[in-house]
């Protein structure tokens, strides 16, 4: 598949980071030239490494080697610069609509060849929501999660047995500090878009489900921050 190229000014080193995640964003702006007019602007001081349009152009914005600056604050399996870690994908969309086909089929291409390249398993590809849940919803609710997760480059769980919620949230790599309803709701977004109301069994047993199958790497910083019990269904 082509990729255009379209350099953007806002970049850094990564310092001797390894790239081990990819994060998803969606851009919240009408069209890709609008969202290309604010990632190239210099005073926007906001970039990714690669957009992708309605119609699945991929442009490439930042180098793989550099540190674009597209995820802020947050953090992920107890690491704060996610920047620095990571590679920032774009998706053309408003926010409030659904994604268009020839976009997914593109990302879908450019998330398997990242992971192949990358050497990287399919639960390194996260939301924006997830590693900054108390400032972000992006890609959203209507991002279809699920399809990434059967062609492969992405993550599903299959429900297990329920555990502490906040403690397995910990084992996938949410930040748990930012506390349980904000945790809820950026787990939602992903894996229970539809839900509603406080926490429910299913979301206990959903969770459950991703730290036994898919936990993140348990680093001391996380250990330092969840309680000693053991994980129930691990």
Not at 20 to 46: F, G, K, N, Q, W
Not at 62 to 88: L, M, P, T, Y
Not at 92 to 117: I, K, P, Q
Not at 216 to 222: F, M
Request: hydrophobic share 40%; aromatic share 6%; net charge negative.
């Amino acid at each position: 598949m082509d990729i255009t190229a379209r350099p953007s000014p806002n970049f850094g080193d990564r310092k001797g980071s390894v790239v081990d995640l990819i994060v998803l964003h969606y851009t919240a702006m009408p069209d890709a030239e609008a969202a290309l007019s604010r990632l190239c602007d210099p005073e926007s001081e906001v970039s990714a490494h690669y957009l992708i349009s309605k119609a699945g152009e991929i442009i490439r914005l930042v180098d793989e080697d550099k540190r674009a600056w597209h995820a802020g604050a947050g953090s992920w399996a107890g690491h704060e610069d996610v920047n620095g870690r990571s590679i920032g994908i774009e998706l053309d969309n408003d926010g409030a609509s659904d994604f268009d086909e020839a976009l997914m089929t593109s990302l879908e291409w450019l998330l398997a060849d990242l992971l192949e390249r990358f050497s990287l398993d399919p639960k390194a590809v996260i939301a924006h929501s997830d590693m900054s849940p108390d400032r972000k919803c992006d890609p959203g609710r209507l991002f279809d999660w699920q399809r990434l997760a059967a062609k492969g480059v992405s993550i599903w769980p299959d429900p297990a047995m329920s555990g502490d919620f906040m403690r397995n949230a910990a084992y996938v790599g949410y930040p748990t500090e930012h506390g349980q309803a904000c945790i809820l709701d950026a787990f939602r977004q992903r894996f229970r878009p539809a839900a509603s109301g406080p926490l429910s069994p299913a979301d206990e047993a959903m969770m459950a489900g991703l730290a036994r199958q898919h936990p993140a790497d348990v680093t001391e910083r996380i250990a330092r921050r969840t309680p000693s019990r053991p994980l129930h269904s691990l």
